[in-house]
């Protein structure tokens, strides 16, 4: 047996996994610590070290390699992480630094690309389309993200930033970007956007999913045009990315993924901007995820698989 090591490294708790192997994901232990990252860099580093110590005692078992998801990307030339929203990670040598500290090789990869790698092997693009080669992860909560994964393995890319859909411009109404860009797919499509959108409409504070049942009610006009700025953009952003990589499916996580809209309004403009002159049809499938929370700790493991 060569079990599987996760972590999850999160900006409020770090989850760390065990599963049996990549085809039987069998869980042998799980745990959750904080990350407490008001402690600074090298507390987190502990923090990891601690809750790797805490598995290997529960368990009995050593890793032979240890896969990594974070809240940001390894910088592939200069080996310090960069884009993270945990700040204090940013230009730090966290693969080195936890190499040493646990005396074990890391595999490492942005939290989107761990959703994206479990949704492809473990989770729902098995169950729909197990012959899928090229899988896209969405995620559209706070911020925007993405991950491609090719027959099961996560496409990293020359700089790191592999999938990274949610910082290409879309709109200018979308305003600055705290990555220096404006009119980014995150300030248009992420839930913060939108809710500040309707407010605006409105002048109302509702939380995204107070409006998408406003909406539903057919009574508030703000909630409706909020929800058509939704489907109208998303469509057109990821008709990019099908343009570009024209993945067999697509998994759309994160709190703006609960919409149902995305996945009928949304595919039908998509399907309008992707690049199919004389074909009235979209075969790239759109799905739910299935694994939940899981995602990212059992996509982790799987970067060592």
Known sequence: MNPLWGIDLGGTKIEGVIIENAKSPNVLARLRIPTEQEGGYTHMVQQIAKLVALLRQETGLN????????????????????????????????????????????????DANCFAVAEAVLGSVPEHLPEAEVVFGVIMGTGVGGGVVVRGKVINGRQGIGGEWGHNFLDESGGSCYCGLTGCVEKVLAGPALEKYYKNLSGNDLHLKEIYEAYKTGNDEAARQTMQRLTHFFGKAIASVINILDPDAFVVGGGVGNIDLIYTEGVEVAKKYAFNTGIDRLDNLFLKPKLGDSAGVFGAALLVA
């Open 63 to 110: 890793p032979s390699r240890i896969g990594i998801g974070t809240p940001g990307s390894l910088d592939p030339q200069a080996q310090v992480m960069k884009n993270c929203n945990t700040t204090a990670l940013n230009g730090m040598p966290l693969k080195k630094d936890l190499e040493t500290a646990l005396q074990v090789p890391i595999a490492m990869a942005n």
